[in-house]
């Protein structure tokens, strides 16, 4: 059973050196007495707040006790820390400091590598732009690889069939393209204009270029 430390609201002083108002003390045939006469003042205090740091300081610790307060609003004691020996918490600061820099050096290599597979998947949508379009101004397919397949993005390129780089979803992107840079759509979705009327209304704007960028001129999506 845990060796229990409160933390007081109105702080008493000790019923045995009549030390005081203590900030903690312990509870012996229900008297306070403070951390020097329960031989525990040479712990130190650690606050709630990280639980690795507090299991790790737990676990050195040949001697610890929970440090808690009384909520009134709740009606129950309620945890705010440990006292640990002073030794234990510097080990498990130093163990909590080496997996933290382990998971930098993660952190920083995941980036690497979702960087890596970003500028793959940028340049397979962008051959694929060119290969649906090919008559498509290869600064504007690269505008479009790039815009659309930006991670988080919720963009038709960061969809499942986005990624698959099914023809579908990248025609989807290069229309979204040519609809807000060679149409009249986002000035009519600032007059007012419906979402659905204004797509309506630009539509066979939308046709003509995707036609002019295909080759052979084939019939748009």
Request: one cysteine or more.
């Amino acid at each position: 059973m845990d060796l229990v430390v409160i933390e007081p609201r109105r702080r008493p002083h000790c019923a045995e050196c009549r030390q005081g108002p203590l900030p903690l003390h312990v509870l012996e045939f229900n008297a306070p007495v403070c951390l020097d006469c329960a031989d525990l003042a040479h712990l130190v205090y650690l606050p709630r707040g990280s639980a690795a740091l507090t299991r790790r300081a737990r676990e050195a610790s040949s001697l610890y006790a929970v440090v808690v307060r009384f909520n009134r609003r709740r009606g129950r004691y309620e945890r705010q820390g440990l006292l640990v020996e002073e030794a234990a918490l510097t080990t498990a600061e130093a163990s909590c400091l080496a997996d933290a820099e382990a998971r930098a050096r993660r952190r920083e290599r995941d980036a690497l590598r979702r960087a890596a597979e970003d500028v793959r998947f940028a340049g397979a949508l962008l051959r694929e732009i060119l290969r649906l379009f090919p008559r498509c101004p290869q600064e504007r397919a690269h505008e479009i690889a790039r815009h659309t397949s930006v991670r988080g993005s919720g963009r038709v390129g960061r969809t499942a069939e986005g990624r698959s780089l099914e023809e579908g979803a990248v025609t989807a992107a290069v229309r979204a393209s040519v609809r807000h840079l060679d149409t009249e759509y986002d000035a009519l979705l600032t007059a007012g204009v419906s979402r659905r009327a204004a797509r309506s209304q630009v539509a066979s704007a939308i046709d003509a270029v995707l036609t002019s960028w295909r080759a052979g001129g084939g019939t748009p999506p």
